[in-house]
């Protein structure tokens, strides 16, 4: 059942959804797309992209359209009502899953934005990958602390979030004690990764290689 329609705080809300047929205790994951107001939907090509890649690696996935994109029902809401549409999501998602043991959140640009307040909100999340996150048009000040090892990647020469702007806001997250950072950057990409060889491909490689790696750490 890949399409569905779940129940949001604001009407009805769109998203695909990928089980693992046969392991319902299968990790859990939701992958966030970019700024609605700038044509981001959840057919992204980096959003759908980490979903097949976190389904590849045994996850159960859903992405889904914030709230009026689509054939979710309402409007943008400036990130405040896409924060509660993820955790409506979230909630949908481990309803489904009651037997899960991990769930990740993934986003890009805006979407990693969200996703990292929905890391402070939901203390069962357990690892996050943030892809383009946006340092230089949001505060992510609220990581104080961040609850949850991750990954964040970009590109080099992305243009829409700086480098730098991505590289103040690691520095200050492995500040923290408790969890660790991995920052990784992909040579010549911009904001969208546009080619799938040369960027795209690496990026979602360095993902997989990551999630896999904390996986088996946490089986031990």
């Known amino acids: 059942m890949p399409e569905l329609i779940f129940p949001g705080p604001d009407g009805r809300l ?12 299968a990790p859990i994951a939701i992958v966030l797309h970019p700024h609605p107001q700038f044509g981001g939907t959840m057919n992204n090509r980096v959003v759908y992209n980490l979903h097949y890649a976190f389904h590849r690696m045994g996850f159960t996935v859903m992405r889904f359209n914030f709230r009026g994109v689509g054939r979710s029902q309402g409007e943008f809401d400036q990130g405040i009502g896409e924060l509660s549409d993820a955790a409506s999501a979230l909630d949908y998602l481990q309803a489904m899953n009651p037997n899960s043991k ?3 959140v993934a986003g890009f640009s805006f979407g990693a934005w969200i996703g990292m307040q929905l890391l402070m909100r939901r203390p069962e999340i357990t690892g996050f990958v943030s892809v383009a996150p946006p340092a230089n048009m949001y505060d992510f000040s609220f990581l104080a602390p961040c609850p949850s090892s991750g990954l964040i990647v970009n590109g080099t020469v992305d243009r829409v979030a ?9 520095g200050k997250l492995r ?3 408790g969890i660790t950072i991995t920052h990784e950057e992909i040579e010549g990409a911009d904001h969208f990764f546009r ?21 088996t750490e946490s089986s031990r």
């Not at 080619?195 to 996986?215: A, F, S, T």
């Open 14 to 25: 769109e998203g695909r959804y990928h089980p693992q047929p046969g392991k319902p205790d």
């Open 102 to 104: 991990h769930c990740w």
């Open 162 to 170: 700086p480098p730098k702007d991505t590289h103040a806001l690691v």
């Open 195 to 215: 080619d799938d060889e040369v960027h795209m491909k690496p990026m979602i490689d360095l993902v997989q290689g990551y999630v896999r790696r904390r996986l």
């Open 175 to 177: 500040e923290q004690k």
